[in-house]
T-cell receptor
Framework: DADVTQTPRNRITKTGKRIMLECSQT?????MYWYRQDPGLGLQLIYY???????NKGEISDGYSVSRQAQAKFSLSLESAIPNQTALYFC????????????????FGPGTRLLVL | GQNIDQPTEMTATEGAIVQINCTYQ??????LFWYQQHAGEAPTFLSY????GLEEKGRFSSFLSRSKGYSYLLLKELQMKDSASYLC??????????????FGQGTTLQVKP
């Protein structure tokens, strides 16, 4: 079984609709992240969370909100979807260890492909 | 500010060696990661450098020069399955307690027979 799972894997929605993307992990990691990826732009950080009580904005948080329901679950919501939110969305986790450690690498879920019409 | 530059595309021949460069500017460096991403799939971790020098892992090696703000990923004995995007990501000291990474736009490598 995959360590980081995302649902749904594909979603088509209409402008103005509210949608939620879900992420679950079995790695026991404290840190979780949401990214979006657009062609030619690389990965952009939307929100990240240290633990259940901690939520932080990333580079491009406008139009998005998140919820950390448990250590293992981190959801991303688009309150009112718009076409330029069409992208590939990735959830990632990391362990949270001493700085300068390779164990701080991030592990990515399979992605959710979102199309907003 | 932070800035990471990689070539957009590269092409190489099966069996050959290819070097993918990454230059970065950051306010206090604290680690550089390389990821591989096949089209439509999740990025997967390849290598990590925090000290100057070469880290070797099978066919893949990664080099870092902190004074030059420069890294490269070296792929030897290229195989068709190595066709993918290669992402360079940097962590700076301000992000060291969050694990936040800044990603380059990625280099798409096409391996030809």
């Amino acid at each position: 079984d995959a360590d980081v799972t995302q649902t749904p894997r594909n979603r088509i929605t209409k402008t103005g609709k509210r949608i939620m993307l879900e992420c679950s992990q079995t790695k026991g990691h404290d840190r979780m992240y949401w990214y979006r990826q657009d062609p030619g732009l690389g990965l952009q950080l939307i929100y990240y969370s240290f633990d259940v009580k901690d939520i932080n904005k990333g580079e491009i948080s406008d139009g998005y909100s998140v919820s950390r329901q448990a250590q293992a679950k981190f959801s991303l919501s688009l309150e009112s979807a718009i076409p330029n939110q069409t992208a590939l969305y990735f959830c990632a986790t990391s362990e949270g260890v001493a700085e300068g450690s390779a164990r701080e690498t991030q592990y990515f879920g399979p992605g959710t492909r979102l199309l907003v019409l | 500010g932070q800035n990471i530059d990689q070539p957009t595309e590269m092409t190489a021949t099966e069996g050959a060696i290819v070097q993918i460069n990454c230059t970065y500017q950051t306010s206090g460096f604290n680690g550089l990661f390389w990821y591989q991403q096949h089209a439509g799939e999740a990025p997967t971790f390849l290598s990590y450098n925090v000290l100057d020098g070469l880290e070797e892992k099978g066919r893949f090696s990664s080099f870092l020069s902190r004074s030059k703000g420069y890294s490269y990923l070296l792929l030897k004995e290229l195989q068709m399955k190595d066709s993918a995007s290669y992402l360079c990501a940097v962590r700076d000291r301000r992000s060291s307690n969050t694990g936040k990474l800044i990603f380059g736009q990625g280099t798409t490598l096409q391996v030809k027979p």
